[in-house]
């Protein structure tokens, strides 16, 4: 079961009305827990897979992720001089607040503390993500409508 089957379970599960769900599928154990109206809007979702059965699927993306990380060595180097703005949350990444809107921030453009850089869509609620820190933007790691983890790094920031 990838990301997006998850993420679209978990949004038909938030709009059924129901209170919790269980799905297994092979290694696959996934609940939903949602709270009824009235109460607070939370909702978790937890996934668990047996130790063995997740090396051998994980091995493979980071092999993948120590061969292109190789190269990319001396990049880093120069980019220990920005400060890098993480996701706070899992979610789709957003770079507009709307279709028909300009988007937030480009590379090369200045931002104060406290501006809004992008919004990250999780459980159909758009949380407007803002500057830690004021500079310029050097590059934006992620790209429009695309999925983030927690603390995945979306934008490099010169901070002179």
Known sequence: MDLKEIQNLIKFVANSGVAEVKLETGDV?????????????????????PAQAALPQAAAPQ???????????????????????KSPIIGTFYRK?????????????????GDVLCVIEAMKLFNEIESEVSGKI??????????VEFDQPLFLVDPS
């Open 138 to 147: 050097v590059k934006i790691l992620v790209d429009d409508m695309s999925p």
């Open 29 to 49: 154990k996934i609940t939903i827990k949602t709270t009824l109206e009235g109460s607070s809007p939370e909702v978790t979702y937890v996934q668990q897979m």
């Open 97 to 113: 607040p709307a279709p028909d809107k300009p988007v937030f921030v480009e590379v090369g453009g200045s931002v104060s503390k």
């Open 63 to 85: 092999v993948a992720a120590a061969t292109a990380a190789t190269p990319a060595a001396p990049v880093s180097d120069d980019n220990s001089k920005y400060i890098t703005i």
